[in-house]
């Protein structure tokens, strides 16, 4: 059993043009550990529109001195980030468990994962922005080069708390941006952490800041700021609809992604096991709450029967509990309301006729009785128009489709209003490019989770999923810069 032992709460600040600043409201909001709501992981600035207009002024002053460097200067910079945050490796990723619930192998992960993101974007620096391009004049040289848009604006997720702010951070900063960031009041503190990692790196005044606080107030004021001239999202589809509806309003640039109602076709020719093993760790790890995280398991008649029995015999085996315990492969829900947010959807699919056959109660066995654990859950006998299979949960559940044909699972695959991931695993090089061509996603995979997502490639759905650009790799570059076309005549 993890026994808590609660040492005195950190106040963290605001950081605001090189100094850590407290909010103008004098107003604070505590952190509270998912594993145990009695425990307050810190507290965080409750800030205001000023803080927010004080966070903008540093940014836009320090862009034209940051946007002069060389890209090999600016990439200095994110490597020595890299290497403080490689230092603290396990105190940010020990706040992470503490302060979002994933256990701490996976937030030792996650931690990693913002290192090497950081090391990749600082390599960009020295790497290619423009192209030359021929002139009909032949006494004229003609080439493209990037802008950066200026000061942007980020609002991060609480589910991934390290590498999401990160990955959004280090490709604006490399390409000449400055930044205001307003990550997720449920994970703050290890934001705040990640943002210490730039200051001691020596990060130049007013070129990053952070500002916590409500997303009504600091949020709506990224999106409505007219000197914020990009605004990039993650989120849910609800909250990413006001971000493009007020950025376009105004003419600022944005990416939005969102939602996913990620789902796994089994084909008859599988191989059950890994089919098994995969649909655990993108469905279950980290709790569920991953925007990739496989909902929706679409599996042939033929091998439905013996799938299901494996599934449910491996998913017996996952131990719940804290994420700094030793052995416990899931944490909890990240907040009260997302717990009882999956028990609802429980309910519903239950009321809608499938049927509960493992999980969907709340756990709360010794030292767990204060945190907002849920079972893994599975059920069968799900139709695709179910809330369960169309609406997304976030959480451990997963719905098991049964069909007849690939062509099926395809078209019940499609059949969401989101496509953000989506894999198979099949043995048949037929149905491999039947999936590739036909499957409605930004990210499809092949005898692999749903949820694996590589740092160097490009990143983003279709349909509600995303608005369309994509984030990491090196197609970051399309977000944070305009193409600048330049004619020179001898």
């Not at 990060?203 to 952070?210: R, Y």
Request: net charge negative; charged share 20%.
């Amino acid at each position: 059993m993890y026994v808590s032992v609660q040492t005195e709460v950190k106040t963290y600040l605001n950081y605001i043009n090189g100094e850590w600043v407290a909010a103008s409201t004098n107003k604070v909001d505590a952190s509270i550990n998912p594993a145990n709501k009695n425990e307050i992981v810190g507290y965080l600035q409750k800030s205001g529109k000023e803080d927010l207009d004080k966070a903008v002024a540093a940014a836009k002053a320090a862009q034209v001195a940051w946007r002069k460097l060389s890209g090999a200067a600016r990439g200095e910079f994110l490597y020595k980030a890299a290497n403080v945050l490689e230092k603290r490796l396990d105190e940010v990723a020990e706040t992470l468990t503490n302060e979002m619930g994933k256990t701490f192998p996976e937030a030792k992960g996650e931690t990693a994962r913002g290192i090497a993101i950081l090391r990749y974007y600082a390599g960009e620096g020295m790497r290619k922005v423009g192209e030359v391009i021929p002139s009909s004049d032949a006494d004229a040289l003609m080439f493209t080069s990037r802008a950066p848009l200026g000061v942007v604006g980020l609002i991060t997720p609480w589910n991934f708390p390290v590498a999401i702010p990160i990955w959004k951070m280090a490709p604006a900063l490399i390409y000449g941006n400055t930044v205001v960031i307003k990550p997720a009041s449920e994970a703050a503190v290890t934001a705040a952490k990640v943002i210490e990692c730039f200051a001691e790196a020596g990060i130049p005044a007013g070129v990053l800041n952070m500002v916590t606080g409500p997303g009504s107030v600091v949020g709506q004021g990224i999106i409505d700021h007219p000197d914020i001239k990009g605004i990039s999202f993650t989120g849910s589809d609800v909250t990413g609809a006001r971000v493009a509806q007020g950025a376009a309003a105004r003419g600022a640039k944005f990416q939005t992604e969102m939602g996913g109602k990620n789902p796994v076709i089994v084909a008859a020719d599988a191989d059950l096991d890994l089919a098994v093993s995969a649909t655990i760790s993108g469905g279950l790890a980290s709790t569920g709450q991953k925007c990739t995280a496989t909902s929706r398991v679409i599996v042939q008649s033929e091998v439905y029967d013996a799938f299901k029995e494996k599934l449910v015999e491996a998913v017996k085996k996952i131990k719940v509990g804290h994420g700094l315990q030793s052995g416990s492969w899931m944490g909890p829900c990240a907040s009260e309301s997302q717990l009882n947010t999956v028990l609802s959807y429980v309910e519903k699919g239950q009321a809608e006729g499938a049927t509960l056959i493992y999980g969907g109660k709340r756990v709360e066995g010794e030292g767990l009785e204060h945190g907002f654990y849920v079972e893994p859950t599975v059920f069968d006998n799900v139709t695709p128009k179910m809330a369960i299979a169309q609406e997304e949960i976030f959480g451990p559940v997963l719905a098991l489709i049964k069909v007849d044909t690939i062509e099926e699972a395809i078209e019940i695959a499609n059949d969401s209003q989101f496509g953000l991931s989506a894999s198979i695993f099949t043995t048949n090089v037929g149905n491999m490019l039947n999936f590739i061509r036909d499957m409605e996603a930004g990210l499809v995979r092949i005898n692999a989770e749903s949820a694996g997502v590589e740092l160097q490639a490009p990143f983003g759905g279709m349909k509600s999923s995303s608005s369309g650009s994509r984030e990491q790799g090196q197609a970051a570059i399309e977000f944070y810069t305009s193409i600048k076309t330049v004619f020179v005549k001898a």
